[in-house]
């Protein structure tokens, strides 16, 4: 026993240093953005063109980033572009002047290729730009004439493209190539055709390589030193002119509005409200969410979602408050957690945010109002198709409230006003679609539950269901009413139905491996009746283990998997034991060995789903005796007292009132399942027995 305690305080230490480590890492983390804000920051808000109000110095080394693209930019106006020689248009040229020849060769042998008209079938078939007395010309010459023309317009062609043809040397290789056929020993038409022939295909094929033009000029740019501002070094004096390279060296070394003020009191007192705030959403959550500083995933995403806003917070100093989406953090915590813990939440992000951004009235009004309608607002979001909606109406309430505020602050309206209103309606789409988007990474790395996703498990068509429904149907109908009662219950209650009823759909699948051995699947002879209690006893415990391994398989979330080995507790098997007691003569039969191994129901919803589990068990059995509503509420409640007097429900969060409520609802249930029927005066007892058939 002391071993076991010892273990016991072993975690809870571990525990609580986890959340200690938290807690201190959030302050420290609150306390260098509030530090660094907007309020403890000197306001220079330089732009180019304006009089220096001081004299600045670099505080560091730092890159002028204007001279030295500039630099750059000389570097680059100065080299040339490299040129090719493209191999493709010396190839197609040869080839296209040695196809002319050879239909002209053609040409001239019309009765044996069936050629109409000679003339026209050249001119169609090489499609120069030749005179019809030149096409003549050339149909006219004879086979040794059309061979050496063929041959020296080939040569000069070549020549010319070896030598290489830029697009501003078109004009001279023509001319070059013209004087070379007035050198050759043919009459003057003749050296006229083959000029115009070569004419054609004489084209420029010296192109620019732009791969290694960039790559000279990507090594040319690497070996620019850049111009360095050193420490100490003048920037501008008060009363000078900030120009865009003073203005952008004041930039890169961070001295636009970064100047700390000397009065150390405001960063005293930063420190002191930011601990004030924290303490006091750490007493909240103690008080009404204690059931959360249990879960470690839950407060690792807690921690990590007021981070990241935090954070988001000090990088968005800079731009309108109204563009900041301090209520993603407070939809996320409504969605994944809980509403009211995101409301609190987004109380605290605010509080904080006005710290850090220096923001004034009008700031935390807007997004105390919008976080908290927000948080609302966004829990419609679980069915997919409203999603749209939903961010509609966020951002429409974004830009009325944005709108009063403005009316009533600025004492009117200005154009200002309206963009405000615009950026406030933008805010609110973004910040769903933020929040709705970033659903997946919260499931895969907390393993998170969404509404999405659980709604998603409820559907029929889920394989493991149909599987259930196929291979186990008693277990399946079971499994169906306990989800109906156990969703009843914890929806009266104020907890999440959504998770009840998908625990409930899913609480029994480990019976999916021996669905015979359990009593709703029994068609004919009951196996057990063969085995001995001790090994009934360890089968029907085994439905836990094989649910988990089910569940794993199936890839369900772990609260799921949590339900399925809490949903029975460490309830003792009351029928394999008796009969164990009974029938042992020899050996001593200890409870221990008839009790499920746990654990106890850590919530609502599994301690929901334990009672529901039983009690729709009992009263199915029950019913055939023609019991009364108040019959059943009566045994109701003396299941749930035994449940409570056998210490299962000391682990959930369960009240007496809760346990009253949860009887309450569980006959809302059975009433409409077993509602009495009022026999028709006029019917005999075989008559109202069919009629009772078909209800």
């Given at each position: 026993m002391r071993g076991g305690y010892f273990i016991q305080r072993i975690q809870l230490i571990k525990k609580q240093s986890f959340i200690l480590l938290l807690t201190l890492t959030a302050f420290l983390l609150t306390s260098g953005m509030?530090?660094?804000?907007?309020?403890?920051?000197?306001?220079?808000?330089?732009?180019?063109?304006?009089?220096?109000?001081?004299?600045?110095?670099?505080?560091?080394?730092?890159?002028n980033q204007v001279s030295t693209e500039r630099r750059i930019q000389e570097v680059r106006n100065s080299i040339k572009p490299l040129y090719k020689q493209d191999p493709e248009t010396e190839k197609q040229a040869l080839i296209q002047i040695s196809d002319f020849f050879e239909a002209v060769a053609k040409t001239?042998?019309?009765?044996?290729?069936?050629?109409?008209?000679?003339?026209?079938?050249?001119?169609?078939?090489?499609?120069?730009?030749?005179?019809?007395?030149?096409?003549?010309?050339?149909?006219?010459?004879?086979?040794e004439i059309i061979k050496s023309l063929k041959e020296n317009t080939i040569d000069i062609v070549q020549a010319t493209l070896n030598t290489g043809i830029k697009q501003d040397g078109e004009i001279k290789s023509l001319l070059d190539v013209k004087d070379e056929f007035e050198k050759l020993p043919y009459e003057r038409d003749i050296t006229t055709l083959a000029y115009s022939i070569a004419s054609v295909f004489i084209k420029p094929n010296i192109v620019i390589d732009e791969e290694s033009t960039q790559q000279m000029i990507a090594q040319k740019i690497s070996e620019v030193?850049?111009?360095?501002?050193?420490?100490?070094q003048k920037i501008v004096d008060q009363g000078e002119i900030i120009t865009e390279e003073i203005y952008y060296i004041l930039e890169s070394l961070?001295?636009?509005?970064?100047?700390f003020q000397k009065n150390y009191f405001p960063y005293i007192g930063g420190i002191l409200l930011v601990?004030?705030?924290?303490?006091?959403?750490?007493?909240?959550?103690?008080?009404?969410h204690k059931h959360i500083s249990h879960q470690k995933k839950e407060i690792l995403m807690i921690f990590t979602i007021y981070c990241i806003t935090i954070g988001l917070i000090r990088l968005m100093t800079q731009v309108p408050f109204i563009l900041i989406p301090i209520s993603i953090a407070g939809m996320l915590i409504a969605i994944l957690l809980d509403v009211q813990l995101a409301i609190m939440m987004n109380l605290l992000i605010t509080s904080i945010a006005a710290l850090i951004y220096k923001g004034n009235l009008q700031f935390v009004l807007f997004f105390i109002i919008s976080g908290t309608l927000c948080c609302i607002l966004v829990m419609h979001t679980y069915q997919r198709n409203k999603i749209l909606w939903v961010a509609f109406l966020i951002s429409v309430v974004n830009s009325v409230i944005m709108f009063g505020l403005g009316l009533f602050f600025d004492k009117g309206y200005s154009v200002e006003l309206f963009q405000y209103c615009i950026f406030a309606f933008l805010n609110g789409i973004l910040s769903v679609i933020i929040t709705v988007g970033s659903l997946p990474f919260w499931e895969g790395v907390f393993d998170a539950i969404t509404p999405f996703k659980l709604l998603d498990l409820t559907n029929p068509s889920q394989p493991l269901l149909r599987k259930l429904m196929i291979e186990a149907p008693g277990t399946y109908h079971h499994s169906l009413l306990v989800a109906n009662l156990s969703e009843m219950a914890v929806s009266d209650m104020g907890g999440n139905p959504i998770l009840a009823r998908v625990g409930g759909y899913y609480h029994d699948i480990g019976k999916l491996y021996h669905p015979q051995y359990f009593k709703e699947n029994q068609m004919m002879d009951n196996p057990h009746d063969l085995l001995e209690p001790m090994i009934s006893a360890k089968i029907i415990k085994r439905h836990i283990k094989d649910g988990?391994?089910?569940?794993?398989?199936?890839?369900?979330?772990?609260?799921?998997?949590?339900?399925?080995?809490?949903?029975?507790?460490?309830?003792?098997i009351k029928y394999f034991y008796y009969k164990a007691v009974k029938e042992s003569v020899i050996t001593e039969v200890t409870e221990e060995d008839f009790r499920y191994k746990g654990p106890k129901p850590q919530n609502k919803e599994a301690a929901a789903i334990l009672l529901a589990d039983t009690v729709e068990a009992a009263v199915r059995a029950a019913m055939p005796?023609?019991?009364?509503?108040?019959?059943?509420?009566?045994l109701v409640r003396?299941?749930?007292?035994?449940?409570l007097d056998d210490g299962q429900l000391e682990e959930s969060t369960l009240t007496i009132k809760d346990l009253d409520i949860i009887c309450v609802s569980f006959m809302k249930v059975f009433s409409g399942m077993y509602h009495e029927r009022i026999p028709y005066p006029t019917m005999d007892k075989k008559e109202a027995d069919e009629d009772a058939d078909l209800d």
């Amino acid at each position: 026993m002391r071993g076991g305690y010892f273990i016991q305080r072993i975690q809870l230490i571990k525990k609580q240093s986890f959340i200690l480590l938290l807690t201190l890492t959030a302050f420290l983390l609150t306390s260098g953005m509030v530090a660094t804000g907007a309020y403890m920051r000197e306001q220079y808000a330089l732009k180019i063109g304006d009089v220096s109000p001081k004299r600045f110095a670099a505080t560091k080394e730092s890159i002028n980033q204007v001279s030295t693209e500039r630099r750059i930019q000389e570097v680059r106006n100065s080299i040339k572009p490299l040129y090719k020689q493209d191999p493709e248009t010396e190839k197609q040229a040869l080839i296209q002047i040695s196809d002319f020849f050879e239909a002209v060769a053609k040409t001239k042998k019309p009765h044996l290729y069936g050629y109409g008209d000679p003339l026209q079938h050249l001119k169609q078939e090489t499609a120069l730009y030749l005179t019809d007395d030149q096409y003549s010309l050339s149909i006219s010459l004879d086979d040794e004439i059309i061979k050496s023309l063929k041959e020296n317009t080939i040569d000069i062609v070549q020549a010319t493209l070896n030598t290489g043809i830029k697009q501003d040397g078109e004009i001279k290789s023509l001319l070059d190539v013209k004087d070379e056929f007035e050198k050759l020993p043919y009459e003057r038409d003749i050296t006229t055709l083959a000029y115009s022939i070569a004419s054609v295909f004489i084209k420029p094929n010296i192109v620019i390589d732009e791969e290694s033009t960039q790559q000279m000029i990507a090594q040319k740019i690497s070996e620019v030193e850049p111009v360095w501002v050193l420490q100490g070094q003048k920037i501008v004096d008060q009363g000078e002119i900030i120009t865009e390279e003073i203005y952008y060296i004041l930039e890169s070394l961070n001295l636009i509005d970064k100047g700390f003020q000397k009065n150390y009191f405001p960063y005293i007192g930063g420190i002191l409200l930011v601990l004030l705030l924290q303490i006091f959403f750490y007493v909240y959550i103690q008080t009404f969410h204690k059931h959360i500083s249990h879960q470690k995933k839950e407060i690792l995403m807690i921690f990590t979602i007021y981070c990241i806003t935090i954070g988001l917070i000090r990088l968005m100093t800079q731009v309108p408050f109204i563009l900041i989406p301090i209520s993603i953090a407070g939809m996320l915590i409504a969605i994944l957690l809980d509403v009211q813990l995101a409301i609190m939440m987004n109380l605290l992000i605010t509080s904080i945010a006005a710290l850090i951004y220096k923001g004034n009235l009008q700031f935390v009004l807007f997004f105390i109002i919008s976080g908290t309608l927000c948080c609302i607002l966004v829990m419609h979001t679980y069915q997919r198709n409203k999603i749209l909606w939903v961010a509609f109406l966020i951002s429409v309430v974004n830009s009325v409230i944005m709108f009063g505020l403005g009316l009533f602050f600025d004492k009117g309206y200005s154009v200002e006003l309206f963009q405000y209103c615009i950026f406030a309606f933008l805010n609110g789409i973004l910040s769903v679609i933020i929040t709705v988007g970033s659903l997946p990474f919260w499931e895969g790395v907390f393993d998170a539950i969404t509404p999405f996703k659980l709604l998603d498990l409820t559907n029929p068509s889920q394989p493991l269901l149909r599987k259930l429904m196929i291979e186990a149907p008693g277990t399946y109908h079971h499994s169906l009413l306990v989800a109906n009662l156990s969703e009843m219950a914890v929806s009266d209650m104020g907890g999440n139905p959504i998770l009840a009823r998908v625990g409930g759909y899913y609480h029994d699948i480990g019976k999916l491996y021996h669905p015979q051995y359990f009593k709703e699947n029994q068609m004919m002879d009951n196996p057990h009746d063969l085995l001995e209690p001790m090994i009934s006893a360890k089968i029907i415990k085994r439905h836990i283990k094989d649910g988990l391994e089910i569940a794993t398989s199936y890839k369900l979330p772990r609260v799921i998997k949590d339900i399925i080995q809490q949903h029975h507790g460490t309830t003792l098997i009351k029928y394999f034991y008796y009969k164990a007691v009974k029938e042992s003569v020899i050996t001593e039969v200890t409870e221990e060995d008839f009790r499920y191994k746990g654990p106890k129901p850590q919530n609502k919803e599994a301690a929901a789903i334990l009672l529901a589990d039983t009690v729709e068990a009992a009263v199915r059995a029950a019913m055939p005796n023609k019991q009364s509503m108040k019959d059943i509420e009566n045994l109701v409640r003396i299941l749930i007292k035994e449940k409570l007097d056998d210490g299962q429900l000391e682990e959930s969060t369960l009240t007496i009132k809760d346990l009253d409520i949860i009887c309450v609802s569980f006959m809302k249930v059975f009433s409409g399942m077993y509602h009495e029927r009022i026999p028709y005066p006029t019917m005999d007892k075989k008559e109202a027995d069919e009629d009772a058939d078909l209800d």
